[in-house]
């Protein structure tokens, strides 16, 4: 991990809180960076998620994730100048530990095609053919989850 990946911290977002700073990283990555539709990104899932979020010493946020009650894990996003410090393989050791905590079998998620190789270094397993989502190239991932 670099230096900058070290100055980051990793928490439980607080949907009501934290709103406005996961609603920054997610339009700036997916609707600003990748075109994605607002009303494709945000969801009515979101409310009943666990949302982690990513924060400098200063509480700017950088990244963030959700997991769903069926072990989804979702919407993960790092600001370009935090991509490749470490950022997002805190937010998905958190993510995963959330899962544990729930006592989830598996988690699992639609990796984009770019991000197969992160997914893979962190134990999941792409299955199946690539499909579109949002007009982006993805594919169905899981791994299994022991204590």
Request: proline letters at 3%; a negative charge.
């Amino acid at each position: 991990m670099s230096e900058q990946s070290d100055q980051i911290g990793v928490r439980i977002a607080d949907w009501q809180h934290d709103l406005g700073a996961i609603r920054h990283v997610r339009d700036t990555v997916f609707v600003a960076e990748q075109q994605v539709d607002p009303d494709e990104e945000w969801d009515d899932a979101d409310p009943n998620c666990l949302h982690v979020i990513a924060e400098t010493q200063k509480c700017d946020a950088v990244g963030t994730g959700r997991l769903d009650i069926t072990g989804k894990i979702g919407r993960m996003a790092v600001l370009k100048a935090y991509r490749g410090t470490g950022v997002g393989t805190l937010i998905m050791e958190t993510l995963i530990e959330a899962a544990k905590d729930r006592k989830l079998p598996e988690v699992y998620l639609n990796a984009q095609t770019h991000a197969v190789p992160f997914y893979t270094r962190h134990g999941f397993v792409a299955e199946g053919e690539e499909f579109l989502e949002a007009n982006i190239p993805h594919v169905r991932m899981r791994r299994q989850l022991t204590s």
